[in-house]
Structures are given as structure tokens and as C-alpha cells.
């Protein structure tokens, strides 16, 4: 598991790279009201926005967070997407397939993330 600076969970799944977001970012937002996911198949470049997240205090882009494709949404989050604040580490939003796997390795470890949400 690694984390950006977005407060994103980034979780490797085979060839594929899963993202979530944090529990620091699920209970900064406060509740979520409303997700609107990518589509499968869309081609993303780093720092893309590609969803949307909205809740009681604030509107939130999720950004890519790497070059790749989108393969497949989290479907439940449109119509639940209180999912998000319940189990915010496994309500994931999007699977990538990404050039660059190894890449992930430049965010955050769950310590370097610790430190840095303080």
C-alpha cells in the first residue's frame, strides 16, 4: 500500500493499481453525498482528474495517479457512497492498468504517510 499527497490509497493488485481514498481524507470531507466515477476504458495522464467526490462540507477531485487506463469503477459508490466514510480503505474507486507499475513505489509508505498527515 502506498499514499499521495491527495490523501489517496494506492493498492497493487497484480498488474493493475487500485485507488481509495484515506481515512484522514474520508473524515476530513465529512459525509460523502455523492461519487461520480471515470469511464471504463478512458486514458488518464498523472495529475488527471477523474472523479468527483462530494459530501456535507466540500467537493473533491480524485486524481490519477499515474498515466494508464481505467479497467474497471467501483459501481456500488454512486448508489452508496456512504462507503466511503464507512470503510474507507476498502471502498476503492477506480483499477488502473498503468505503463509503469513500479512507479507506485515513489509515493508514500503507510509510515512517510503517518508523518506527513501528522
Known amino acids: ?14 498488474d493493475l493499481v487500485v485507488v481509495g481514498i484515506t481515512e484522514h481524507a ?20 498523472k495529475g488527471d482528474e477523474v472523479s468527483v467526490i462530494e459530501s456535507v462540507k466540500a467537493a473533491s477531485d480524485i486524481l490519477a495517479p499515474l498515466a494508464g487506463e481505467i479497467v474497471e ?31 507506485v513505489e515513489d509515493y508514500m509508505s503507510a509510515g512517510a504517510y503517518e508523518d506527513f498527515i501528522g
Do not use: C
Not at 459508490?77 to 466511503?84: E, G, I, K, Q
Open 1 to 14: 500500500m502506498r499514499y499521495t499527497p491527495e490523501h489517496e490509497w494506492l493498492r497493487i493488485e497484480g
Open 73 to 103: 469503477v467501483n459501481e456500488a459508490l454512486p448508489d452508496t457512497p456512504a462507503l466511503v466514510n464507512e470503510k474507507p480503505m476498502e471502498a476503492w474507486f477506480f483499477k488502473m492498468k498503468v505503463a509503469d507499475l513500479a512507479a
Open 26 to 45: 474520508s473524515e476530513q470531507l465529512g459525509d460523502v453525498v455523492f461519487v461520480e466515477l471515470p469511464e471504463v476504458g478512458r486514458k488518464v495522464e
